[in-house]
C-alpha cells in the first residue's frame, strides 16, 4: 500500500480502530455467554449402599448431587442447569449371603495372545521381540442355574471382579528343521536312465508360524550304460491276500454229511447197555481228541490273491506281458478268524475280609468269566476274566475285627558306662557305678482285648505275640536312658577333745569305773541309714569319774596378805558347775565335786623384782600316756625387771620361770563298738502268723528281722571282751525290716507257628522249618519262680501238597485240508489231491496233576498258547516224502567227537530216483560236538568284611539284649566267580565246581577308646585364707581310633592334659603363729649398779597347724600370714628399781565403722610393780587413729565363680552339684575370716548349692542285623545282597560313637542272563513276483549276556531260555513275520517312518519358555522312474508331546576360504548339522567375488569384497576407487659387510624375502615399503612415520635456536656480606 500525503493516513487510521473495537465487543459479548453456561456443572458422589426390607431387586440407593464451580468451589443449584441434573436415586439388587449360592463369576476362555504394539493399532504384527503379549477375556456375573447375566454388583459383593487382562508371551516363529542328507542311494536301474535319491527327516515341527519344512527327498537321474537288449517295461505284481473264508459248498457238505451220520445212528442205535457205554466213552475220547470242546471252533478255509501285470508308468498291463515261467500262487489254506468270546460276569464272591473295621484297610472281593472261544489268527484276544474291587463286609453277624496293638517287655536294669575321665587301669571292677545309663526292653505285637486263661502252674503269662506286620502304629522305645541313683557316703565330723572322766551312765553311778569320750557327728546322712557310718564315740576307762564338775571361769586379781600394798597374795576364782560334756550345770550338782583352790600369787614391791604373767599351758604333747610316752604341756613367763640390789625380793633362777606338768594321764587304750553290715532280712516267725491271713496269692511281702554284730573293739589291737565298751552306748543288733515282695517270672504264651513255605516257592529239596516262640516279659526276683528253659521251638514242616498249576496240553495234529478243488482247479499244474495246505490241533488246559480245567486259567496263569496251527503239504505224485529229522544222537566224546540225525523216504519214494539222490535229500546229517572248556574268573570288587552270626551276644533268660553286637575281629569278605566257556560266553558256575565265591578271612579293627592316666592328686588350695581352687588333672595317654569313644575337651595350651578344677575354702585360723616366751633381756647399755636401760629381748615365732586340741604340728611359714606374724625381737627400756613395771601391751580396740579418718581406736596395759616415792607410771593407754585400710577396714562379701559339676565318689553322669564359696574380703582386697562379716550381720544374697547334670556316656545302641535281602539283580555279574540296621540310641556326650557301617553287602552268585532277541528284518520279498505285497521274516533268538549292558551278548541254544517267558524287551506279543510291500518300478510311495526325534522343548537362550516338549518323525517320498514324479504322494510328518525334552541352540558354522567361496552350515549344540534353526539375518557370506571382477594383472577378491594386489606389488587406484593397475613396489636394499657396491636404487620385483636369484653376486637383504592398502587407501603406519618425522623436525628447531641464542650477563653481587653460607661441595680443594 502506498502512503503519499498527511490526509490519506488521516481518514484511514479512524476507520480502522473503530472496526476493530466492534471486532472486540462482540467477541466480548460471546465470550461471557458461553463462560456463563461452562462454569457450573453438576458433580455427584458415590451411590450408596442398597437399601430394602427383602433381598433381591427390589432395592433403592441414593447418592449426592451438587452444583459446583469448575474451580472446585460448590454453588446454588440454580447455577447449574435444571435439565442436566443427574438422579440421586436409582433402584438397585440388595445382595445379602444367600445369594453367594445363586450367582458367580463366568469366566471365558483367554484370547489369543497378541503383541502389545499390534493391539494398540488394532493391526497384525510379527513377532514383537518374543517376549511381550497380552490375551483377554470375558467375565461377567450371572446366575449359577442357567447364566443368566446379572448386575456385576452382585457378584463384587461376595469376591471382586477377576482380571480382564494379562500378559503373556509370544515366541518368534520357528521354522520346521531337518537333517542332513543320508547318501545317496544306487541307481534304480542297472542299463539304461534311472533315478538315485537321498532323504533326510524332520528333526523339529515349525512352530508358531515358520517356515514350513523343505523337501526331504531329493532325486538326480543317472545312467550306468546303455541296455544292451530290449529293456524290461512290465513288472508281474501280487496284491494282498484277501481275508478267510469258507466255501459255501463245503459248508453244505458238512451239514449233509452230519445230517446223514444222525440217520446212521438211529438206525445202528445198540441197545445193550454196556455196549452203548463203551460206544459212549468212545466218543467222548473221540471229541476230546478232535477240538476240545467248544472254545475251539476252528474252521479252515481259504484265501486269494490278484495276479497283475503293470506297466512301468504305473498303468496296468495284460497278464502275458509278463514273461515268467511260473505265476504265483494265487491261493492258500487259511484258518478263519475268530474273535475272543468270553461270558457274562459271574456274581461277586464272597469278601477276604470277614470281620468290620470303619479305620483299617478293606477287603477284596473278585468276579470271573469264561471264555467261550478262543481268539483265532487275527481275532481279538480276550479281555480281562477276573476283576477285583475293594469290599466291606456286609450283615448283623460280623464281628468286629481285631486290633493289635504293641506291648514291651519290662525295661532291662539300669547300665552305666564310665566316663573317660573316669577310667582307670587299677579299677577293674565297675560294679558300683551309678549315675545316668541306659536301658532296653523288647517290643513285640499282641491281639488287644484277648484274654490268654493261665495256663497250669504258676509261671505268670500274658498275651500271645503275633506277626509285627500286625500292628499299624509306631513301635515303642526299646532303649531309654536311666538313672542309678548314687549312695550316699556317710561323712563325719572331726573328733572332739577328750571328755572328763565320768560315769558310764550319770543315773547309775555304783562302782567306780568310769570313762573318758570324745566324740565326732555325721555330717551327711548316708544312702541305707545310719548304720554304714563308722563308729561315732571312742571311750577310755578311768578311775574317780564323775558326772559334774567345777570349771574355772576367771582368776581374779592378785590381793597381797594382810592388806598390805604389795607383796605375797591370793588369787580368787571364778567357778561353773558343768556336766560331763561341759555343758552348764546348776550349782547343786557339783556339791559333791571339790572345789578349785584360790591360786597362790605374788604383787611385787617397787624393789622386787618384776616377772611377767604365766603364760597359758601349752597343748598336750601326747593325747595318753603310756609305758614310752608321757602327756606334758608347759608354760613360761619372764622377767619383766630386776630387783633392787638392797631390801628387794630377788629374781629367780632361769627354772623356775618355767612350769611343767602331766595332761592327759589315761592310758592309751581306746575302745569302741564295731558294727557289722546288717545281715538279710529274715521271715520273723514271732508276727509271721500275724500276717498269714493278710497274705494274697499275689503279694508275699511281711515284716522281717534283721542282725548284725556287734564287737567292742580296742584301737589298733582287735577285739575284746564287750566290758572294756560302754554298756549304754552298745548299738542295737536287730531291728524290724521289710522282706521283699516275690516275683515271679512272667512270660507270653507260644506264638502260633510259623507259616510253612511252599515246595514250590523254594524248587528245592530243603528241609523246611517252622518255628514259634515265647518272650520274657519279667524276670523273677526275690525267691520268685523261675523262668522256663525253652523260650523258642522249631519243627519240620509237614510235606505240602502239590502246588497249584496249570499247563497246556495240546492234541495231534488234523490231517492237512487243502484249499478246495473248485477254487483252484483253474489255475495251471493243479492237482485235486495233493498241494499245499494247512493242518490244526486243539489244545487244552489241565492242572498240574492232569485234571482238566477251564482254558481260562491257562490263559492267565501259563505261558502263551502253543501254535494251533501249521502249514503242511499233501505230497503229489511226483514229490518225495521223507518224515522228520530226528534228534541228534549222543556226543561220542566231550571234545573232538560227532553227533548225528537222520531220517528216511516213506511210500512210494523209496523207489524214486529223483528221491533217493542224497545230495538233494540228504537222510543224514553229521556236526562236530561241541567242545566245552571253561574256566573260572573273580569279578567285581571284594563284599565287605561279614562277620559271623554267632557274634550276637545272647541274653540270660530269654532276655534280650539290645545293641551288644561284636562289632570287631575276625569275618569273612567275598568276592563273585564268574564261568565262562571257550566262547567267552558266561555260564552256569556250576559247569567250573565252584559254589560261586572267593572267600578269603578279613579283619574288622577293634575300636580303641580315649585312653588318660589316672587323676593326680588335688593341689593345694590356692588360698590359705578363704575360698580358693584346688585342680588336678590327667594327661592323654593313647588318642581313639577305628570308633573309639572321643576324648573328653583337653586344656587349649597343652592338648594332651585335661583339668578338673574346684573351689575349696581355707580355714583363716587353719594355720597360726605360736610364739614362744620372750627371752631374757640382754642390756645393751648396762647401768652395773642398777641392772636396767636399753635391751633387747628375742623369742620364737612359728607357723603351726591349728587343731582341735590346739597347735600341733609345725608347718612351713608361707602358710601362715605373714602380716599377723607376731614380732621376733623387740627393743624397750628394762626399768630400774622402783621404776613402774608395766604389763604387755593387750589388743587393740576395734575401730567404728565407717572408716572416717576421725575415730581413733587404743590399747590398754595395766601396773605389775607399782613405782617408788617420786615415780610414777607412764600411761596404761594409747591412742591412734583409724585410717582406712591402714588400721581399719570394711569387709565384704564376695562370691567366686560357680566349680564344674561334681558327681558323688562313683556316680558316672546325671544329677550333680555345683557350688560357689562366699569370702569375707577386706577393704584392701585381702580374705580374711568369715567371723569378720558375720560380726557385722551383712546380707547372705547368694544361692551357693546348684543342680547341674553330667551328660551321660550313651554308647550307641544299635539294631541286629536284617535278614540278608533278595538279590539286586536276577542274574549278571553286579547282582547284590544287602542287610542293614539302624541306630536304636544314639550316642551322647564320651559314649562310643556309632560306627559308619550301617549295612552290608556280598555278592550274588553270578547267573547268565538269557534273553529273547528278535534277528533283524529281512528284506521284503514278494514269492514269485518282482513286486506288490509280500512278506519279511525274522528269527527269535536266545542271547546270553553278563547283565551289565555292554554289548549285545552271545547267541546259544535256545533251551538255555527254556524258562525265560517268550517276550522281547517286555512285549508278550512275539511277532515274526508281517506283511511288506515290494514297490514296483512304477511306484511312487513313501517310506517308513523314521524313529522319533529326540524330545526337544522351546526354549529361548537356553531357558524353557513352558511350552511343553514336542518329538517329531517323518515319511519321505521315493520313486523310481523320472516320469511318475507327479503322480507322487505329499512327503508327512507327525508330531508328539513328550518328557524330559531338552533345549537345543542352533548357530552358523564356516569352513575355511578357497578362493571366494566357503561353506557355510548350520549346527545344533549337540554337533548335529541341521537345515533350519539358525536365524538367516546372522548367515554369514559364503561368497566374496567382487564386482566388477578382478581381472587386473596381480589383483584378487579380498575379504572385504573389493579388488587387492598380490603381495610385492602396490595398488593404484582411479578417482572413482576402482582398482586401474598393480605396480611393483621398489625395494631398498642393504649391503653387508664385504659388498663393495655403492647403494643402488631398483625398480626390479624381487621376493622381499628371499635373495634375489637373477644375482648371484649379490648378497644383502631386500626390505620393500607399501604405502597403500588393498582398498587404495594409505595404511596406518605411513601416518605414523609423518608424524615421527615432524616432531623430529620440530626438535632440531628447537635445538638449533637454544644453540644460537645468545647468553645473558651476570649481575654482580652488591652486598657479599649477604651471601648465604652453603654446605654443597663446589669442587674446590680448600673447602
Known amino acids: 500500500m502506498r502512503l503519499s500525503g498527511g490526509g490519506t493516513l488521516g481518514g484511514t487510521l479512524p476507520w480502522l480502530c473503530g472496526a476493530v473495537l466492534l471486532s472486540l465487543a462482540g467477541w466480548d459479548v460471546q465470550a461471557q455467554t458461553q463462560e456463563a453456561k461452562s462454569v457450573y456443572v453438576w458433580q455427584t458422589g458415590p451411590w450408596g449402599r442398597c437399601m430394602g426390607s427383602e433381598c433381591g431387586p427390589g432395592g433403592r440407593q441414593s447418592r449426592a448431587v451438587w452444583c459446583a464451580h469448575v474451580d472446585g468451589w460448590t454453588t446454588l443449584h440454580t447455577n447449574c442447569p435444571p435439565e442436566g441434573r443427574p438422579d440421586n436415586q436409582q433402584s438397585c439388587f440388595r445382595v445379602c449371603d444367600w445369594h453367594r449360592e445363586l450367582y458367580d463369576w463366568q469366566r471365558g476362555d483367554w484370547s489369543r495372545c497378541e503383541p502389545v504394539l499390534a493391539r494398540a493399532a488394532r493391526v497384525t504384527a510379527g513377532c514383537a521381540r518374543g517376549e511381550e503379549g497380552i490375551q483377554t477375556r470375558e467375565v461377567a456375573c450371572v446366575q449359577k442355574a442357567d447364566s443368566t447375566p446379572a448386575d456385576d454388583v452382585i457378584c463384587e459383593y461376595f469376591e471382586p471382579k477377576p482380571r480382564l487382562e494379562q500378559a503373556c508371551l509370544i515366541p518368534c516363529p520357528r521354522d520346521c528343521v531337518v537333517s542332513a542328507f543320508t547318501p545317496w542311494t544306487p541307481c534304480s536301474k542297472t542299463c539304461g536312465a534311472g533315478l538315485r535319491n537321498r532323504v533326510r527327516g524332520v528333526l523339529a515341527p515349525?512352530?508358531?508360524?515358520?517356515?514350513?519344512?523343505?523337501?526331504?527327498?531329493?532325486f538326480e537321474s543317472c545312467q550306468l550304460a546303455e541296455c544292451q537288449g530290449e529293456e524290461a517295461v512290465y513288472s508281474l505284481k501280487v496284491g494282498p491276500w484277501s481275508s478267510c473264508s469258507l466255501a459255501q459248498s463245503r459248508q453244505a457238505r458238512q451239514a449233509k454229511r452230519r445230517k446223514n451220520k444222525e440217520r446212521s445212528r438211529q438206525r445202528t442205535r445198540v441197545k445193550d447197555p454196556e455196549a452203548r457205554e463203551l460206544i459212549k466213552k468212545k466218543r467222548n475220547r473221540n471229541r476230546q481228541s478232535r477240538l476240545e470242546g467248544r472254545s475251539f471252533e476252528l474252521h479252515v478255509g481259504y484265501q486269494t490273491r490278484e495276479v497283475t501285470c503293470t506297466h512301468r508308468s504305473g498303468m496296468p498291463a495284460d497278464l502275458s506281458l509278463c514273461s515268467q515261467e511260473t505265476l504265483p500262487v494265487a491261493f492258500r489254506s487259511c484258518l478263519v478268524t475268530k474273535d475272543c468270546e468270553v461270558s457274562d460276569w459271574s456274581e461277586w464272591g464272597p469278601c477276604s475280609k470277614k470281620c468290620y473295621d470303619l479305620n483299617g484297610p478293606k477287603g477284596q472281593r473278585s468276579r470271573s468269566r469264561r471264555v467261550l472261544q478262543v481268539a483265532v489268527g487275527d481275532g481279538a484276544s480276550c479281555p480281562e476274566l477276573e476283576e477285583m474291587e475293594p469290599c466291606v463286609p456286609q450283615g448283623d453277624g460280623v464281628p468286629p475285627c481285631p486290633v493289635y496293638s504293641w506291648k514291651t517287655t519290662e525295661w532291662s536294669e539300669c547300665r552305666v558306662d564310665t566316663l573317660l575321665s573316669q577310667q582307670d587301669r587299677r579299677r577293674g571292677n565297675q560294679t558300683g557305678l551309678c549315675g545316668g545309663g541306659v536301658q532296653s526292653r523288647e517290643a513285640f505285637c499282641v491281639q488287644a482285648g484277648v484274654d490268654t486263661p493261665p495256663p497250669l502252674g504258676s509261671i505268670k503269662e500274658a498275651s500271645r505275640p503275633v506277626d509285627s506286620d500286625l500292628c499299624l502304629g509306631l513301635v515303642p522305645n526299646t532303649t531309654q536312658l536311666c538313672h542309678i541313683a548314687c549312695p550316699v557316703e556317710c561323712e563325719v565330723s572331726g573328733w572332739t577333745a577328750w571328755g572328763p572322766c565320768t560315769f558310764e551312765s550319770c543315773q547309775d553311778q555304783a562302782g567306780k569305773k568310769g570313762f573318758k569320750l570324745r566324740k565326732r557327728q555325721i555330717v551327711n546322712e548316708p544312702t541305707g541309714g545310719t548304720g554304714n557310718c563308722p563308729h561315732l564315740t571312742e571311750a577310755i576307762p578311768c578311775e574317780e569319774p564323775s558326772c559334774y564338775e567345777w570349771l574355772v571361769v576367771k582368776l581374779e586379781g592378785c590381793i597381797p596378805d594382810n592388806?598390805?600394798?604389795?607383796?605375797?597374795?591370793?588369787?580368787?576364782?571364778?567357778?561353773?558347775?558343768?556336766?560331763?560334756?561341759?555343758?552348764?550345770?546348776?550349782?547343786?550338782?557339783?556339791?559333791?565335786?571339790?572345789?578349785?583352790?584360790?591360786?597362790?600369787?605374788?604383787?611385787?614391791?617397787?624393789?622386787?623384782?618384776?616377772l611377767s604373767p604365766w603364760t597359758a599351758w601349752s597343748p598336750c604333747s601326747h593325747t595318753c600316756s603310756g609305758k614310752t610316752t608321757e602327756g606334758r604341756q608347759a608354760r613360761a613367763r619372764s622377767i619383766l625387771a630386776y630387783n633392787a640390789g638392797e631390801g628387794g625380793a630377788a629374781c629367780p633362777n632361769s627354772s623356775a620361770l618355767q612350769e611343767v606338768r602331766s595332761c592327759n594321764e589315761h592310758p592309751c587304750t581306746v575302745y569302741h563298738w564295731q558294727t557289722g553290715p546288717w545281715g538279710p532280712c529274715i521271715e520273723d516267725s514271732s508276727v509271721s502268723s500275724l500276717n498269714t491271713t493278710s497274705r494274697s496269692r499275689e503279694t508275699s511281702c511281711s515284716i522281717g528281722m534283721q542282725t548284725r554284730k556287734v564287737i567292742c573293739v580296742r584301737v589298733n589291737v582287735g577285739q575284746v571282751p564287750p566290758k572294756k565298751c560302754p554298756e549304754s552306748l552298745r548299738p542295737e543288733t536287730v531291728r524290724p525290716c521289710l522282706l521283699p515282695c516275690k516275683r515271679d517270672c512272667v512270660v507270653t504264651p507260644y506264638s502260633e507257628w510259623t507259616a510253612c513255605p511252599s515246595s514250590c516257592q523254594a524248587g528245592g529239596s530243603l528241609k523246611?522249618?517252622?518255628?514259634?516262640?515265647?518272650?520274657?516279659?519279667?524276670?523273677?526276683?526275690?525267691?520268685?519262680?523261675?523262668?522256663?528253659?525253652?523260650?523258642?521251638?522249631?519243627?519240620?514242616?509237614?510235606t505240602p501238597s502239590v502246588c497249584p498249576g496249570y499247563r497246556w496240553k495240546t492234541h495231534k495234529w488234523r490231517r492237512c485240508q487243502l484249499v478246495p478243488w473248485q477254487i483252484r482247479q483253474d489255475s495251471p499244474g493243479a492237482q485235486e489231491t495233493c498241494g499245499p495246505g494247512l493242518q490244526i490241533r486243539a489244545v487244552s488246559c489241565r492242572k498240574q496233576d492232569g485234571g482238566q480245567v477251564d482254558i481260562g486259567e491257562c490263559l492267565r496263569f501259563s505261558s502263551p498258547m502253543p501254535p494251533i496251527t501249521q502249514p503242511c503239504q499233501v505230497p503229489c505224485q511226483d514229490d518225495c516224502q521223507l518224515i522228520s529229522w530226528s534228534k541228534f544222537s549222543p556226543c561220542s566224546a566231550d571234545c573232538g567227537?560227532?553227533?548225528?540225525?537222520?531220517?528216511?523216504?516213506?511210500?512210494?519214494?523209496?523207489?524214486?530216483?529223483?528221491?533217493?539222490?542224497?545230495?538233494?535229500?540228504?537222510?543224514?546229517?553229521?556236526?562236530?560236538?561241541?567242545?566245552?572248556?571253561?574256566?573260572?574268573?573273580?569279578v567285581g570288587n571284594w563284599s565287605d568284611c561279614v562277620l559271623p552270626e554267632s557274634g550276637r551276644v545272647e541274653g540270660i533268660l530269654g532276655m534280650k539284649v539290645q545293641g551288644d553286637i561284636k562289632e570287631c575281629g575276625q569275618g569273612h569278605r567275598y568276592q563273585a566267580m564268574a564261568c565262562y566257556d571257550q566262547n567267552s560266553r558266561l555260564v552256569e558256575t556250576s559247569r567250573c565246581n565252584s559254589h560261586g565265591y572267593i572267600e578269603e578271612a578279613c579283619i574288622i579293627p577293634c575300636p580303641s577308646d580315649c585312653k588318660l592316666s589316672a587323676w593326680s592328686s588335688w593341689s593345694r588350695c590356692s588360698k590359705s585364707c578363704g575360698s580358693g581352687v584346688k585342680v588336678r588333672s590327667k594327661w592323654l595317654r593313647e588318642k581313639p581310633y577305628n570308633g573309639g569313644r572321643p576324648c573328653p575337651k583337653l586344656d587349649h595350651v597343652n592338648q594332651a592334659q585335661v583339668y578338673e578344677v574346684v573351689p575349696c575354702v581355707s580355714?583363716?585360723?587353719?594355720?597360726?603363729?605360736?610364739?614362744?616366751?620372750?627371752?631374757?633381756?640382754?642390756?645393751?647399755?648396762?647401768?652395773?649398779?642398777?641392772?636396767c636401760g636399753e635391751g633387747v629381748q628375742t623369742r620364737k615365732v612359728r607357723c603351726m597347724l591349728n587343731t582341735i586340741d590346739g597347735p600341733a604340728d609345725p608347718v612351713e611359714d608361707y602358710l601362715c600370714d605373714p602380716e599377723e606374724m607376731p614380732l621376733g625381737a623387740r627393743e624397750s627400756r628394762l626399768p630400774c628399781p622402783e621404776d613402774c613395771v608395766l604389763s604387755d601391751w593387750e589388743a587393740w580396740s576395734r575401730c567404728t565403722l565407717p572408716c572416717s579418718g576421725r575415730g581413733t581406736r587404743e590399747r590398754t596395759a595395766y601396773p605389775l610393780r607399782m613405782p617408788g616415792p617420786g615415780r610414777q607410771c607412764p600411761s596404761h593407754t594409747e591412742k591412734e587413729t583409724c585410717m582406712l585400710n591402714q588400721n581399719c577396714y570394711h569387709y565384704s562379701y564376695n562370691i567366686t565363680d560357680w566349680s564344674t559339676c561334681q558327681l558323688s565318689e562313683k556316680a558316672v553322669c546325671g544329677a550333680g552339684v555345683r557350688t560357689r564359696m562366699l569370702d569375707c574380703v577386706r577393704s584392701d582386697g585381702k580374705s580374711?575370716?568369715?567371723?569378720?562379716?558375720?560380726?557385722?550381720?551383712?546380707?547372705?544374697?547368694?544361692?551357693?548349692?546348684?543342680?547341674?547334670?553330667?551328660?551321660?556316656?550313651?554308647?550307641?545302641?544299635?539294631s541286629d542285623w536284617s535278614a540278608w535281602s533278595g538279590c539286586s539283580h536276577t542274574c549278571g555279574l553286579s547282582g547284590k545282597m544287602w542287610r542293614r540296621r539302624t541306630v536304636t540310641q544314639a550316642s551322647q556326650g564320651d559314649g562310643r560313637p556309632c560306627p559308619p557301617q550301617l549295612e552290608q553287602w556280598k555278592p550274588c552268585p553270578v547267573r547268565p542272563c538269557y534273553r529273547w532277541r528278535y534277528s533283524p528284518w529281512s528284506e521284503c520279498r514278494a514269492e514269485d513276483a518282482k513286486c506288490g505285497t509280500g512278506l519279511r521274516w525274522r528269527n527269535v533268538t536266545c542271547f546270553v549276556t553278563d547283565g551289565s549292558g555292554e554289548g549285545d551278548g552271545s547267541a546259544v541254544d535256545e533251551e538255555l531260555c527254556g524258562d525265560v517267558e517268550l517276550s522281547v524287551d517286555g512285549d508278550k506279543q512275539v511277532i515274526l513275520e508281517e506283511a511288506c510291500t515290494v514297490p514296483c518300478p512304477g511306484d511312487c510311495y513313501?517310506?517308513?517312518?523314521?524313529?522319533?526325534?529326540?524330545?526337544?522343548?522351546?526354549?529361548?537362550?537356553?531357558?524353557?519358555?513352558?511350552?511343553?516338549?514336542?518329538?517329531?518323525?517323518?515319511?519321505?517320498?521315493?520313486?523310481?522312474?523320472?516320469?511318475?514324479?507327479?503322480?507322487?504322494?505329499?512327503?508327512?510328518w507327525e508330531s508328539r508331546p513328550c518328557t524330559d525334552g531338552r533345549c537345543y541352540d542352533y548357530r552358523w558354522m564356516t569352513s575355511a576360504w578357497r578362493g571366494s567361496a566357503r561353506q557355510v552350515w548350520c549346527q545344533r549344540s549337540d554337533g548335529l548339522n541341521v537345515t533350519g534353526g539358525c536365524p538367516h539375518?546372522?548367515?554369514?557370506?559364503?561368497?566374496?567375488?567382487?564386482?566388477?571382477?578382478?581381472?587386473?594383472?596381480?589383483?584378487?577378491?579380498?575379504?572385504?569384497?573389493?579388488c587387492g594386489c598380490e603381495e610385492g606389488y602396490t595398488e593404484v587406484m582411479t578417482s572413482d576407487g576402482v582398482l586401474d593397475q598393480c605396480t611393483l613396489i621398489p625395494v631398498l636394499e642393504i649391503p653387508t659387510v664385504g659388498d663393495t657396491k655403492a647403494d643402488v636404487k631398483t625398480i626390479r620385483a624381487v621376493s622381499p624375502t628371499q635373495p634375489s636369484i637373477g644375482h648371484p653376486g649379490r648378497s644383502g637383504r631386500a626390505w620393500f615399503l607399501q604405502p597403500f592398502g588393498a582398498d587404495g587407501r594409505l595404511k596406518t603406519w605411513v601416518y605414523g612415520v609423518a608424524a615421527g618425522v615432524l616432531v623430529l623436525l620440530i626438535f632440531i628447531i628447537s635445538m638449533t635456536y637454544l644453540a644460537c641464542k645468545k647468553p645473558k650477563k651476570p649481575q654482580r653481587r652488591q652486598n657479599n656480606r649477604l651471601k648465604p653460607l652453603t654446605l654443597a661441595y663446589d669442587g674446590d680443594a680448600d673447602m
Open 206 to 218: 515349525p512352530l508358531f508360524g515358520g517356515a514350513a519344512c523343505p523337501n526331504l527327498t531329493e
Open 563 to 610: 592388806e598390805k600394798a604389795c607383796g605375797p597374795g591370793t588369787q580368787l576364782t571364778q567357778v561353773q558347775c558343768v556336766d560331763s560334756d561341759g555343758e552348764p550345770a546348776e550349782r547343786k550338782h557339783c556339791m559333791d565335786a571339790i572345789l578349785p583352790m584360790p591360786v597362790m600369787c605374788d604383787v611385787p614391791c617397787p624393789k622386787d623384782c618384776a
Open 768 to 798: 523246611r522249618k517252622q518255628s514259634r516262640k515265647r518272650i520274657t516279659l519279667q524276670l523273677p526276683a526275690n525267691g520268685g519262680q523261675d523262668c522256663p528253659e525253652v523260650l523258642y521251638q522249631e519243627r519240620d514242616c509237614e
Open 897 to 938: 567227537g560227532v553227533r548225528t540225525r537222520k531220517r528216511a523216504l516213506v511210500g512210494k519214494s523209496k523207489k524214486k530216483d529223483q528221491c533217493r539222490n542224497t545230495q538233494l535229500y540228504p537222510l543224514s546229517e553229521t556236526q562236530y560236538c561241541p567242545c566245552d572248556k571253561y574256566n573260572a574268573q573273580p
Open 1067 to 1091: 580355714d583363716c585360723s587353719q594355720y597360726i603363729w605360736v610364739a614362744e616366751p620372750w627371752s631374757v633381756w640382754k642390756v645393751s647399755n648396762v647401768d652395773l649398779k642398777e641392772n
Open 1232 to 1262: 580374711v575370716d568369715l567371723k569378720y562379716c558375720e560380726e557385722l550381720g551383712l546380707e547372705k544374697k547368694w544361692q551357693l548349692n546348684a543342680s547341674c547334670t553330667v551328660e551321660c556316656p550313651i554308647n550307641c545302641q544299635l
Open 1390 to 1436: 513313501l517310506t517308513d517312518w523314521t524313529p522319533w526325534s529326540p524330545c526337544q522343548l522351546s526354549c529361548v537362550n537356553g531357558a524353557d519358555l513352558g511350552l511343553g516338549s514336542l518329538q517329531v518323525r517323518s515319511r519321505a517320498v521315493i520313486t523310481q522312474e523320472p516320469e511318475n514324479l507327479l503322480q507322487c504322494p505329499e512327503q508327512d
Open 1481 to 1506: 539375518l546372522t548367515q554369514p557370506a559364503s561368497d566374496r567375488s567382487c564386482d566388477p571382477a578382478c581381472d587386473k594383472p596381480r589383483s584378487f577378491c579380498t575379504e572385504a569384497g573389493v
